[in-house]
């Protein structure tokens, strides 16, 4: 059985279409335009087939910076620059939400273990650190 290709939006119809959904769209870095929503953010630009491409992973917004989502094994947390904030449920959930809203509105894949639940940017568990 021959597998089905999926055709992905061009970058306007994806802005358009992200706008709909009641996405803020504003603009970001190089071009980039900033995506936002539930207090999360991630950035995307035109790939050079026109389709959409995300940039910046989302985030959480911490103090207008875009914060990485850092396990470190005992608790999430969200760290934009030198502020590191613990992550709570609501900023787990919501995170989780707007990825799946942007990538659906995108026509990007989903990957299996992200449609389970949020994923980490970074793993520092304490029990391997210095150890060669």
């Given at each position: 059985?021959?597998?089905?290709?999926?055709?992905?939006?061009?970058?306007?119809?994806?802005?358009?279409?992200?706008?709909?959904?009641?996405?803020?769209?504003?603009?970001?870095?190089?071009?980039?335009?900033?995506?936002?929503?539930?207090?999360?953010?991630?950035?995307?630009?035109?790939?050079?087939?026109?389709?959409?491409?995300?940039?910046?992973?989302?985030?959480?917004?911490?103090?207008?910076?875009?914060?990485?989502?850092?396990?470190?094994?005992?608790?999430?947390?969200?760290?934009?620059?030198?502020?590191?904030?613990?992550a709570t449920a609501d900023?787990?959930?919501?995170?989780?939400?707007?990825?799946?809203?942007?990538?659906?509105?995108?026509?990007?894949?989903?990957?299996?273990?992200?449609?389970?639940?949020?994923?980490?940017?970074?793993?520092?568990?304490?029990?391997v650190l210095g150890r060669?």
């Amino acid at each position: 059985m021959a597998r089905k290709t999926q055709q992905q939006p061009r970058f306007d119809t994806v802005l358009s279409t992200l706008g709909n959904h009641k996405f803020d769209v504003s603009a970001g870095a190089n071009g980039a335009k900033r995506i936002s929503k539930y207090g999360c953010a991630a950035e995307i630009r035109a790939a050079a087939d026109g389709t959409a491409e995300i940039t910046v992973r989302p985030g959480w917004l911490l103090k207008g910076n875009i914060a990485r989502l850092v396990d470190k094994g005992y608790q999430k947390f969200l760290k934009a620059g030198h502020v590191e904030i613990p992550a709570t449920a609501d900023n787990l959930r919501d995170l989780h939400r707007f990825s799946e809203e942007l990538k659906e509105s995108m026509g990007a894949l989903v990957l299996y273990n992200e449609a389970l639940g949020t994923t980490s940017d970074r793993y520092v568990y304490d029990r391997v650190l210095g150890r060669s």
